[in-house]
């Protein structure tokens, strides 16, 4: 008998995915290979990663604009790798502080420049969602979560600012429908909604990036990611 599993991550699946996970790895494809051995250069995984870009694209209705990137590291590696590659030192960040995550992202964002905590639900103990909240039209950017898996609160529209917005979907992503071309930045760690855990699902604008006077790591500018096609390193193959 099936087990339910309401964790809020790692998530259900569907059993026609573990089907398909299960012939991958024992005979990828037909190739006699495994997904867990095959070369992540080789065509046979370039066209995994191609497929696996091209539904998110399709899936999320994004322009021309978006690039899709998967990456190491999960939701918490964003909290700072954001603010890495759009917080300049002198500028300011608008943050909305509605539950766990979102306080991890802003504490992260302090690191590398000013942050504004524009509203927090913090009073209650995060049992509502904030409104009639300002975001200075001066700010980098606007982060919030989009859904708070410990609270169990949920932002139902998007946020109506000129600010590039940032959203952290981890747990909502792809369960409705929304204009994702609002966003400069979106990220979400699989495990929750669309995936197993190991890969981290980036979209984020080009025009937004290469506006900070700091130097970057290799592997925190996303630049690098878009420019390697998610292989700037070895990807998480199977996650992906």
Known sequence: MKMHNFNSGPSVLPQEVFEQASRAILNFNHTGL???????RTPLFQEVMDEAIALVKELMGLDESHEVLFLHGGASTQFFQVPM???????????????TWGTKAYKEAKLFGKVEVVA?????????????????????????????????????EIPDTHVPLVADMSSDIL???????????????????IGAAGVNLVIVKKEIL???????????????????????????????
């Open 85 to 99: 590659n759009l917080l300049d030192e002198k500028a300011t960040a608008a943050y909305l502080d509605c539950g």
């Open 175 to 193: 369960s409705r429908k929304m204009d994702c071309n609002r966003f400069a930045l979106i990220y979400a760690g699989a495990q929750k909604n």
């Open 120 to 156: 927090s639900s913090a009073d209650k103990n995060y049992t509502y969602i904030p409104k009639n909240y300002q975001i200075p039209e001066d700010a980098a950017y606007f982060h919030y979560t989009t859904n708070n898996t410990i609270e169990g609160t949920q932002m139902h």
């Open 210 to 240: 290469g506006k900070v006077s700091r130097a970057l790591p290799a592997m925190m500018d996303y630049r690098n990611h878009i420019t390697n096609g998610s292989m700037l390193n070895t990807p998480p193959v199977f996650a992906v």
């Open 34 to 40: 495994s997904i867990l051995e095959i070369g992540h």
